[in-house]
């Protein structure tokens, strides 16, 4: 089946600076990668997600990058917030074949004022 | 619209005991699905349902048990609580798996076993 790795597992960056998270995945049959974001005491929420055949997609302060080649992605927030503390998971599946969605363990993103 | 509503949002077991983690959904989603959140484990699968009377196991099936009478329904039951239940259990829902949409979360259910 298919494994996500997730790194790094903590991340401290000061308001205003770029974040960036990383994942690999390991089933080439992937080709579906959102990522969620999850609020202390709260359920994940999708802020963002790419399919296989685009290579980049930006949705404002937010931005995804796919490779699948190395068969990783990464997740970019730019102009940090606040308001962006959280903890966020990668996920990958099968589109086709796979009613499941794998995740990763998850970062958890902490913004310096 | 109400969303993903899991009840109840905290509950302290005693070892040995039983219980059902409510999961109702208002969107008319065909898939929903029982997570556990572990700290530093992200979200592990239990059990899914493609549709009512249609259940699978997912990663960590043991000591759980599933339901789908319903499209809106999907209770989870801990039989013999045991303390490596002790977790966060999140219900998600999404209409369908052949296009990609939202898996839509409730916002957990906080169980200890003691």
């Known amino acids: 089946g298919e494994n996500v790795e997730q790194h790094p597992s903590t991340l401290s960056v000061q308001e205003g600076d770029s974040a960036v998270i990383k994942c690999t995945y390991s089933?080439?049959?992937?080709?579906?990668f959102p990522w969620y974001k999850q609020e202390l005491g709260k359920g994940p929420q999708l802020i963002i997600d790419i399919r296989s055949n685009v290579g980049e997609k930006k949705d404002q302060r937010i931005a995804v990058t796919l490779n699948k080649t190395a068969k990783h992605f990464s997740l970019h927030i730019t102009e940090t917030q606040p308001e962006d503390s959280a903890v966020y998971f990668c996920a990958a599946r099968n589109l086709f074949g796979n009613e499941k969605l794998t995740f990763g363990t998850g970062t958890r993103l902490t913004i310096i004022p | 619209n109400a969303g993903v509503t899991q009840t109840p949002k905290f509950r302290i077991l005693k070892i040995g005991q039983s219980m059902t983690l409510q999961c109702t959904q208002d969107m008319n989603h065909n898939y929903m699905y029982w997570y556990r959140q572990d700290p530093g484990m992200g979200l592990k699968l239990i059990y899914y349902?493609?549709?009512?009377?249609?259940?699978d196991k997912g990663e960590v099936p043991n000591g759980y048990n599933v339901s789908r009478s319903t499209t809106e329904d999907f209770p989870l039951r801990l039989e013999l609580a045991a303390p490596s239940q002790t977790s966060v259990y999140f219900c998600?829902?999404?209409?369908?798996?052949?296009?990609?949409?939202?898996?839509?979360f409730g916002e957990g259910s906080r169980l200890t076993v003691l």
């Open positions: 349902s493609v549709g009512a009377g249609i259940t």
């Open positions: 089933d080439s049959a992937s080709n579906y």
């Open positions: 998600a829902s999404i209409l369908g798996y052949q296009n990609t949409g939202e898996l839509f």
